[in-house]
């Protein structure tokens, strides 16, 4: 699986959008981008992937460049509770492990 | 549906002592895993399971076992406990169509002195 590289630490203030950037510049045509987030003291949580389109959902949106060597998460309302670390994973559907790296640390202030 | 549950949430043992951390699911998932985490770390995976009767090894899986008789519960066995096995453990689920979708447990908090 690709490597990925994050920003060690983020912050935003509360009601502005966060966009939480990820590099994935070895990134193979097969594998997708994938992003978890690890709120203090809970286990992760799936918030979103994709191969080469954008995407939405209900809680962020997927950017990801057309060359796909990057991405960008965005939550376009950051409240209190998005404050976490945000894991950015580059995966292929083949295998059963998902790498956690070091990821984000979010902190949304008032 | 409660989701992914994990028992016990805290746990001191004693070096050499063996425990089992018990983790359940009721979203007939297949696949289940078991990860642990250290301190400022990320997850690594200890072991995975993909159906009923079906194990296999993760990244990390000395020192521990699992074994999975059921769709809905997947424990992990701690024989001869060690410091080095510190750790919060998370437990995870999926189903096979969406696997990389994972649903996490809260975590037990072992520490071992």
């Known amino acids: 699986d690709a490597k990925t590289t994050q920003p060690p630490s983020m912050d935003c203030a509360e009601g502005r959008a966060a966009n939480l950037p990820c590099n994935h510049s070895t990134i193979s045509g097969n594998e997708y981008v994938y992003w978890y987030r690890q709120i203090h003291s809970q286990g992760p949580q799936y918030i979103i992937h994709?191969?080469?389109n954008n995407e939405t959902n209900e809680m962020a949106s997927l950017i990801i460049t057309e060359d796909r060597k990057s991405s960008t998460l965005i939550l376009p309302h950051a409240t209190l509770r998005d404050t976490a670390v945000y894991y950015c994973?580059?995966?292929?559907?083949?295998?059963?492990?998902?790498?956690f790296g070091g990821g984000t640390r979010l902190m949304v202030k008032p | 549906n409660a989701g992914v549950t994990q028992t016990p949430k805290f746990r001191i043992l004693k070096i050499g002592q063996s425990m089992t951390l018990q983790c359940a699911q009721d979203?007939?998932?297949?696949?289940m895993y078991w990860y642990r985490q250290d301190p400022g770390m990320g997850l690594k995976l200890i072991y995975y399971s993909v159906g009923a009767g079906i194990t296999d090894k993760g990244e990390v899986p000395n020192g521990y076992n699992v074994s999975r008789s059921t769709t809905e519960d997947f424990p992990l066995r701690l024989e001869l406990a060690a410091p080095s096995q510190t750790s919060v453990y998370f437990c995870?689920?999926?189903?096979?169509?969406?696997?990389?979708?994972?649903?996490f447990g809260p975590g037990t908090r072992l520490t071992v002195l």
């Open positions: 995870a689920s999926s189903s096979s169509d969406r696997a990389d979708e994972q649903f």
């Open positions: 994973i580059v995966k292929s559907r083949a295998g059963n492990m998902l790498t």
């Open positions: 994709g191969l080469k």
């Open positions: 979203m007939n998932h297949n696949y």
